[in-house]
């Protein structure tokens, strides 16, 4: 992951190429799990595009972003995971903030050996809001709901630009918890390794 960082360390993504990718009934057509990668960092153009396609802010006077937010909480979370250490992104500033420098992805890869080779994988954490939502039934479900539409633009973004990724649930909870430092609000959901198509 290549990029230039200020004094915070703060990595400031490029601005979204809105021109790139094929339309949306051939992305749908193209879309499938590939669970193979080229050795390859993804280029930043590239990654800055594929994290404002999974949860960026599109409509910047309201703050509306590529994603359904449930009741406007905003509650999912993309850390960006490479060999080089875990970037949370910040989708008001479109830009990564650096969590850990620990290579992350054999907890992210939880036994399955074909995540490893992934140059990037995008782990999906949702705060499960108990206290703000009503009625009952939904408390448990509109995280999960949220988590998965961000899992859709990643799916439908890589389909329309040759980047080859899977929508995995299998990781090692505890040990990504105590890297990331997260909370027990914080709920880990999903993982996509992304990479070039071989």
């Known amino acids: 992951?290549?990029?230039?960082?200020?004094?915070?360390?703060?990595?400031?993504?490029c601005q979204p190429d809105m021109e790139r990718g094929t339309n949306l009934m051939c992305a749908l057509a193209n879309r499938k799990s590939i669970r193979t990668?080229?050795?390859?960092?993804?280029?930043?153009?590239?990654?800055?595009?594929?994290?404002?396609?999974?949860?960026?802010?599109?409509?910047?006077?309201?703050?509306?972003?590529?994603?359904?937010?449930?009741?406007?909480?905003?509650?999912v979370d993309v850390y960006a995971c490479t060999p080089n250490g875990a970037c949370l992104y910040c989708a008001e500033e479109h830009s990564l903030i650096p969590v850990s420098e620990?290579?992350?992805?054999?907890?992210?890869?939880?036994?399955?050996?074909?995540?490893?080779?992934?140059?990037?994988?995008?782990?999906?954490?949702a705060t499960i809001l108990y206290s703000t939502v009503s009625?009952?039934?939904m408390k448990s479900t509109l995280a999960p709901l949220?988590?998965?539409?961000?899992?859709?633009n990643i799916a439908?973004?890589?389909?329309?630009?040759?980047?080859?990724?899977?929508?995995?649930?299998?990781?090692?909870?505890d040990t990504l918890k105590r890297e990331l430092k997260l909370k027990d609000s914080?709920?880990?959901?999903?993982?996509h390794p992304v990479g070039y198509q071989e």
């Not at 949220?146 to 859709?152: F, K, L, M």
Request: glycine share 8%; with cysteine.
């Open 1 to 13: 992951m290549e990029s230039k960082s200020n004094e915070q360390n703060v990595i400031k993504l």
């Open 156 to 173: 439908l973004f890589c389909a329309a630009n040759t980047l080859d990724t899977v929508a995995r649930g299998t990781m090692d909870v």
């Open 102 to 125: 620990s290579n992350l992805i054999p907890a992210l890869a939880g036994g399955q050996d074909y995540v490893m080779n992934a140059p990037l994988v995008l782990l999906l954490v």
């Open 146 to 152: 949220d988590t998965g539409i961000v899992s859709q």
């Open 135 to 137: 009625p009952e039934p």
């Open 37 to 75: 990668f080229k050795n390859k960092p993804l280029e930043l153009q590239d990654l800055s595009d594929l994290l404002w396609a999974a949860k960026g802010v599109n409509r910047p006077e309201s703050g509306g972003m590529t994603s359904f937010n449930s009741l406007g909480k905003k509650e």
């Open 186 to 191: 914080h709920c880990l959901l999903l993982n």
